[in-house]
């Protein structure tokens, strides 16, 4: 723990970072009606681990998230993605054709599509924010 | 089945970079992606057959265009995705873990993932038949390649990349603009749409502007005179097998995208072609004359690459059917040879390095010479097939400079290409060359030399001239 950062500063980040997260989550899953979305939820989120980061150190934020993990969690969301528009190809639709999710309502179907490759992009973009934050702040690649 | 087909050679790298990162490991990283640049090939090779039959699109998520993303293979674009999906695979069959030998420290599957990214990138600007989407994937190709360049073996390929960052981002924004210029003066982004509007937009000068834009851009990215300045110190400072694969096709698949865009998209016609023509002739013999005083060996073959890809952009300048033949018989033979090249010498970086060459590997001094004389335009090579059709495509169109110019630099091309084959036949060895292991070295430049020669004895590539000329609406 970094014993620079006064008492206040720690204090007010600690009642920042929940609200920060939840608020990241609630652009993420309200992105399919209002602004939002997964790039926007991911960017957040990546924010308040990074103010977390910022207050209480970069090693203790490693240890909320080590590098390893976001190493895996960025392809992860990726191949969440294409598990979507993969579905759609191997049930005869076309890729990325989200109707493929429910076809007795198509409607319901782009809803679920929408909801589950915009959490892939929302776990690809907070990692890779995170790794990038990493990589700046050791100048060394993270592993 | 066969919808499937017109999607994966870009969809497969994609889907496979991001499990090659997650496996971790860096011999299961080099299986899967030799397997990922493997199927795509054949996938793209098994879009030839059908090519007479016209244009097939893939409508994603079945949206229909011009709402909806669609991938459009015709004539041009096919024959390209199957150069741009082989010569991946040479070069990532090049790129053992082994020849990477310690550079990544343990993070070579990064290295693969980037590779396979920049394909699909690749392969997506040729395949989209949506403008927005050339953008998107002219950033994922270009970002992958800042990374591949960066991981190269000389202190300053760092520097190399981040200097190609700067201007590929200009190059990237430039194309950005343009096609927010043809949005704002069309309200379309589908190519197809975008052809039929552009000529009756109410906002002319606003998609001139944006094609002038999108020119830009693509002359940079395809380090078309006097836009070329970037490309030698690339190729110096890459990995050889990346460098291999970025002289094969990267800045051919950006000069399909110009004359896809200018030509066809929004059919700039005699102007486009006219300017064309001026920046390929002078390039053609800039390229040569700097390849002739370069120190550096792979700085030399990078500029003879400039003035290869101005017979490209000369060949389509021309306008006629025979110019789009000898512009694809030129794709593929430029990329097999000079992707063979870069692949043959390795890791080799000076002249020195090739020193005594005949005695110590005189397999791949075979190949070098081969390949060489592939480079001049000896005949029974592609490179003489190419020559010959661009020639006599200048000689029908009564392009009599465009004639005298290819002969010229046919002639600077002898200066340049002895010049690399003094060290390897006439030079006592000097010092050892790093060792490699031998399938590497061998196999990808054996199997690039090979393709030479079948694609100069054979008319296979000039069978691509007709189809291609349809697409662009040259030829009945």
């Given amino acids: 723990m970094r014993t620079g950062s006064p008492v206040v500063v720690r204090v007010v980040t600690k009642q920042l970072v929940p609200p920060i997260l939840l608020f990241a989550l609630y652009v993420q899953f309200h992105g399919d009606y209002g602004p939002g979305g997964g790039f926007q939820a991911g960017v957040i989120f990546a924010a308040g681990i990074v103010l977390y980061a910022m207050v209480f150190g970069i090693e203790t934020a490693k240890a909320v998230l080590p590098p390893s993990v976001l190493l895996r969690l960025a392809p992860l969301g990726v191949l969440l993605f294409s598990a979507v528009g993969l579905y759609g190809l191997a049930t005869g639709y076309h890729f990325l054709d989200y109707a493929a999710l429910d076809p007795e309502d198509p409607a319901h179907g782009q809803h679920l599509g929408l909801l589950l490759i915009e959490f892939g992009v929302g776990v690809t973009v907070a990692a890779t924010m995170l790794l990038l934050f990493y990589t700046f702040t050791s100048r060394r690649p993270p592993r | ?476």
């Fill in chain 2, 1 to 476: 089945m066969s919808e499937i087909l017109l999607i994966a050679p870009v969809l497969l790298p994609l889907l496979i970079a991001p499990l090659v990162v997650m496996l971790g490991s860096q011999r299961a990283g080099w299986l899967l992606a030799v397997l990922a640049a493997l199927v795509a090939t054949l996938a793209s090779a098994a879009l030839l057959p059908a090519l007479g039959e016209g244009p097939r699109s893939y409508h994603f998520g079945n949206w229909p265009p011009p709402f909806g993303i669609e991938y459009v293979l015709d004539g041009l674009n096919t024959p390209l995705l199957l150069l741009t999906n082989a010569s991946a695979l040479l070069a990532l069959i090049a790129a053992t873990p082994a020849t990477l030998a310690g550079r990544f420290a343990g993070r070579e599957p990064v290295f693969y993932a980037l590779f396979l990214l920049c394909l699909s990138g690749l392969s997506g600007i040729l395949a989209t038949g949506d403008a927005f989407n050339v953008f998107v994937f002219l950033e994922i190709s270009s970002l992958c390649t800042y990374g591949l360049v960066a991981a190269g073996p000389r202190p300053g390929s760092a520097l190399a990349a981040f200097q190609y960052l700067i201007l590929g981002t200009l190059g990237g924004s430039f194309v950005l603009l343009g096609v927010g210029f043809w949005l704002q003066a069309t309200g379309t982004l589908n190519m197809a749409d975008l052809a039929q509007r552009l000529p009756q937009s109410e906002y002319g000068e606003v998609a001139l502007a944006g094609s002038v834009l999108l020119l830009l851009g693509f002359a940079l990215k395809s380090a078309s005179f006097p836009l070329q300045q970037w490309l030698p110190a690339v190729y110096a400072a890459a990995p050889w097998p990346v460098t291999a694969f970025l002289a094969a096709c990267a800045t051919k698949v950006a000069i399909y995208a110009m004359v896809r865009l200018a030509l066809d998209v929004a059919a700039l016609g005699e102007a486009a072609r006219w300017l064309f023509g001026l920046i390929a002739l002078v390039g053609i013999v800039w390229g040569a004359l700097a390849a002739c005083v370069q120190r550096d060996l792979r700085r030399m073959l990078a500029w003879s690459s400039v003035s290869q890809l101005g017979y490209i952009l000369f060949a389509f300048s021309l306008g006629t059917a025979a110019g789009v033949t000898a512009a694809m018989i030129q794709f593929f033979s430029h990329g097999a040879i000079k992707g063979g090249l870069f692949l043959a010498l390795g890791p080799a970086r000076s002249f020195d390095d090739l020193a005594g060459l005949r005695e110590r590997e005189p397999w791949r001094c075979a190949m070098l010479t081969l390949l060489t004389m592939g480079l001049l335009g000896v005949p029974l090579t592609a490179g003489f097939a190419a020559k010959w059709a661009l020639l006599s495509a200048a000689a029908q169109a009564g392009h009599g400079i465009g004639l005298g110019v290819v002969i010229f630099s046919s002639l600077l091309a002898v200066v340049y290409c002895l010049r690399l084959l003094e060290p390897v036949w006439l030079r006592a060895p000097q010092r050892d060359a790093p060792q490699l292991p031998r399938h590497a070295m061998l196999l990808p430049p054996a199997l690039a030399t090979l393709a030479m020669f079948a694609l100069g004895l054979t008319p296979w590539a000039a069978s691509f001239g007709r189809p291609a000329a349809q697409a662009l609406g040259w030829a009945p």
